[in-house]
């Protein structure tokens, strides 16, 4: 028997609420912390930097839009056609009681159910694939709240649930480490560049200046044809596979390799 069961995400919640309509003038600078729909990323958590404020007297007319410490937030609306936030579940960390903005819609969930697990849930495929298929609008993509907690999770007991959270924690842990690594590489291989050649647009150190042309000894230009595909032969570069990184070269070699004899004189 399975330990997995599949139930609809509605009944994982103790209760929920939408955000409130804020008018411009109802911001403020200081008070109590508004979320916004740009809160909610790929992050499982929610991002505090995007937090803007309003006043107290304002927070109280809106209690069904308040949420505290142990509530997720999600949104059910997105600006984007693709709708790449709708639905992405974000924990909410911080200790003060927070106001959500217009469109997003966050729950408390029952006590065995362990939120970085559902933050995760959101973000496979299989869930991304069943918001793709309730989702309405051109411009403005928005999902309805009911739909929303129709959709269907795999539930493991909650000692499981946390394990497969803290597994795709660390990996997370390790993907934004390795994202961090990489653009200190770049930093230091830029400054390694400037210190031994100096600023190519201001040349401090006088270096002689050229045309490209004239240290071009040779100039080839691609066939202007399609060419025959094979599983087998010379390897293509082609400007229609990008390089990730600026200079660098990128040869497909799947099922992209072009017969020798085309490549012949």
């Known amino acids: 028997m399975s330990l997995f069961q599949d139930v609809e995400l509605g009944n994982v919640m103790k209760n929920d609420c939408s955000g409130a309509s804020i008018k411009r003038d109802e911001f403020t600078q200081t008070g109590i912390r508004v979320v916004p729909k740009k809160a909610i990323s790929e992050n499982i958590k929610l991002d505090e930097a995007t937090f803007s404020h309003t006043s107290e007297e304002f927070f109280k007319k809106k209690q069904n839009a308040k949420v505290g410490k142990n509530f997720c937030v999600t949104t059910l609306r997105n600006l984007n056609p693709d709708g790449s936030t709708l639905g992405l579940v974000c924990e909410n960390l911080a200790n003060d009681e927070l106001l959500l903005a217009q469109g997003l819609f966050a729950f408390e969930l029952n006590d065995d159910i362990d939120a970085k697990y559902i933050c995760y849930v959101s973000r496979t495929n299989a869930f991304r694939d069943a918001i793709q298929k309730i989702k309405v609008g051109s411009t403005q993509v928005h999902i309805r709240a009911r739909e929303y907690k129709q959709i269907t999770i795999p539930l493991p007991p909650l000692p499981i ?105």
């Open 161 to 265: 649930q946390k394990q497969i959270a803290a597994l795709l924690e660390k990996a997370d842990t390790l993907r934004s480490q390795c994202k961090q690594m990489e653009q200190e590489l770049n930093q230091l291989a830029q400054s390694v560049f400037l210190e031994m050649f100096g600023d190519p647009v201001t040349n401090p150190k006088g270096w002689k200046k050229v045309v490209v042309g004239d240290v071009i000894s040779e100039i080839k230009d691609g066939p202007h044809v399609s060419p025959q595909y094979a599983d087998e032969g010379i390897p293509i570069l082609s400007s229609k596979y990008p390089p990730a990184k600026p200079g660098a070269l990128v040869v497909n070699r799947s099922k992209r390799s072009v017969k020798r004899s085309l490549l012949a004189p």
